[in-house]
């Protein structure tokens, strides 16, 4: 194949993955807090409402590597486009949980739709499949921004779903689980209309190796031959380490911020800051990364993470503006790491490989969020929001020691 032809299917594959990024996030977005407020509603407890994110986090952790292995046996439009269908049923099965108010289905809909989260993830790394070495990071990075839009306005729909959910004769908290099921059902069309030719089928058939190894590692074995890979290894704990962190940091910044009485509009206004951290500079990382290299990137990550952990962990509850640059900073230092990490753990393993490691990565990085997010909430509530901010910056210190290592070649 030659190489403009290469770079018109890279083209046509950036632009379909944003495009389902775009649908899938505005689809999942939104059920975040209705998801919480369902829950509340059905067993009349706050102190349950977190089942739905947990349960949400768990799907995209158990989706990654089943995902993976479709993706190893058909490639990138098999993958994807059943985690988004999987997804649409999780939303199925959630608006018939909060219309009954039977409780079981609701949170096996949020399981269910963390498929879609576990295909937004592989998203990212579907767009390397074709890409160069001196544009990879900025081809990965336009995925990512792709959810900018999604994540910004699925909360803001929450009040037109709720009228169309009425019309409809249901529940107004079930009303982003209705257009999460019309996004997530669109995206798996797209997704198996339009991502042809294949960019991971085609990936194999460059190298000359004809037909797709079936064989799927285990997730053990798979991180077992990337601790042997230097490389691949500070990737994956890149990705991991900066979620952990992120997570664990901004799930309890709007728990600190109510305790001095902040309004809920100021602490989702420090949130959407937030999200711009995560998501808007996503092309400027990745251009960034490809300029300068992945590992000086994920070490620049690392300062702004510290950074940020700092400005938040000093921060006083209602300190609106020093709030904000710290979850901005936050979010910002996760896309570094994120973005420059996935790069780097593609490019750092061969084709075949690729499916299982991304997959082996995404499982490690959704079980460390999940876990990060539970004990965050014993940390703020025995110490402080204090405390939390000096242990999560414990991890990326070290992570930011480890980069310097000899071992690592920028």
Same mark, same amino acid.
């Given at each position: 194949m030659?190489?403009?032809?290469?770079?018109?299917?890279?083209?046509?594959?950036?632009k379909?993955?944003a495009?389902?990024q775009?649908?899938?996030?505005?689809?999942?977005?939104?059920t975040?807090?209705?998801?919480?407020l369902l829950?509340?509603?059905i067993?009349?407890s706050?102190t349950?409402?977190?089942?739905?994110?947990?349960?949400?986090?768990?799907?995209?952790?158990a989706?990654?590597?089943?995902?993976s292995r479709?993706?190893?046996?058909?490639?990138?439009?098999l993958?994807?486009?059943v985690?988004?269908?999987?997804?649409?049923?999780?939303?199925?099965?959630?608006?018939?949980?909060?219309?009954?108010e039977?409780l079981?289905?609701?949170?096996?809909?949020a399981?269910l739709?963390?498929?879609?989260?576990?295909s937004?993830?592989?998203?990212?790394?579907?767009?390397?499949?074709?890409?160069?070495?001196?544009?990879r990071?900025?081809q990965?990075?336009?995925?990512?921004?792709?959810?900018?839009?999604?994540?910004?306005?699925?909360p803001?729909?929450?009040?037109?779903?709720?009228?169309?959910?009425?019309?409809?004769?249901?529940?107004?908290?079930v009303?982003?689980?209705?257009?999460?099921?019309?996004?997530?059902?669109?995206?798996?069309?797209?997704?198996?209309l339009?991502?042809?030719?294949?960019?991971?089928?085609?990936?194999?058939?460059?190298e000359?190796?004809?037909?797709?190894?079936?064989k799927?590692l285990p997730?053990?074995?798979?991180?077992?031959?990337?601790?042997?890979?230097?490389?691949?290894?500070?990737?994956?704990?890149?990705?991991?380490?900066?979620?952990?962190?992120?997570?664990?940091?901004?799930?309890?910044?709007?728990?600190?911020?109510?305790h001095?009485?902040?309004?809920?509009? =100021?602490?989702?206004?420090?949130i959407?800051?937030?999200?711009?951290?995560?998501?808007?500079?996503?092309?400027?990382?990745?251009?960034?990364?490809?300029?300068?290299?992945? =590992?000086?990137?994920?070490?620049?990550?690392?300062?702004?993470?510290?950074?940020?952990?700092?400005?938040?962990?000093?921060?006083?509850a209602?300190?609106?503006?020093?709030?904000?640059?710290?979850?901005?900073?936050?979010?910002?230092?996760?896309?570094?790491?994120?973005?420059?990490?996935?790069?780097?753990?593609?490019?750092?393993?061969?084709?075949?490989?690729?499916?299982?490691?991304?997959?082996?990565?995404?499982?490690?990085?959704?079980?460390?969020?999940?876990?990060?997010?539970?004990?965050?909430g014993?940390?703020?509530?025995?110490?402080?929001?204090?405390?939390?901010?000096?242990?999560?910056? =414990?991890?990326?210190?070290?992570?930011?020691?480890?980069?310097?290592?000899?071992?690592?070649?920028?």
């Open positions: 030659l190489d403009h032809e290469k770079q018109i299917i890279q083209q046509k594959v950036i379909v993955l495009s389902v775009v649908l899938a996030g505005i689809g999942s977005a939104g975040v807090a209705a998801g919480s829950v509340a509603s067993t009349d706050e349950l409402a977190g089942l739905a994110q947990t349960s949400s986090v768990l799907g995209a952790a989706m990654a590597l089943p995902l479709l993706t190893q046996r058909g490639g990138r439009r993958g994807l486009s985690g988004y269908f999987v997804g649409a049923i999780g939303a199925l099965s959630a608006i018939i949980g909060g219309t009954k039977i079981i289905f609701m949170l096996l809909g399981f739709i963390g498929a879609a989260s576990a937004g993830y592989q998203a990212r790394f579907a767009a390397t499949d074709l890409a160069t070495d001196e544009s990071s900025r990965l990075s336009f995925v990512v921004w792709g959810s900018t839009i999604g994540a910004v306005a699925g803001n729909l929450m009040g037109p779903s709720g009228n169309f959910a009425e019309v409809l004769g249901l529940p107004r908290l009303g982003p689980y209705v257009v999460a099921l019309i996004t997530l059902g669109l995206s798996a069309i797209v997704i198996q339009f991502l042809r030719p294949d960019p991971y089928i085609t990936a194999i058939q460059i000359d190796k004809g037909e797709i190894d079936n799927l997730a053990r074995q798979a991180l077992r031959l990337i601790s042997q890979n230097p490389r691949a290894l500070i990737a994956v704990a890149a990705i991991a380490i900066g979620h952990v962190a992120m997570v664990s940091v901004m799930v309890m910044t709007p728990v600190h911020m109510a001095v009485e902040v309004t809920l509009t =100021i602490i989702g206004l420090v959407s800051v937030h999200v711009a951290g995560m998501y808007a500079f996503s092309p400027v990382v990745g251009w960034l990364s490809d300029k300068f290299g992945r =590992i000086p990137i994920i070490r620049a990550g690392v300062l702004i993470l510290l950074l940020s952990t700092f400005v938040s962990g000093t921060a006083a209602d300190d609106v503006i020093r709030m904000g640059t710290g979850l901005f900073l936050l979010g910002l230092g996760w896309s570094c790491t994120l973005i420059a990490g996935s790069t780097l753990l593609s490019e750092s393993v061969t084709n075949e490989l690729r499916p299982s490691s991304q997959g082996a990565s995404d499982l490690l990085m959704n079980l460390m969020g999940a876990g990060g997010g539970a004990l965050a014993v940390i703020i509530g025995t110490l402080g929001y204090g405390w939390l901010c000096f242990f999560a910056a =414990i991890p990326v210190a070290m992570l930011g020691v480890w980069s310097f290592s000899r071992k690592i070649k920028i």
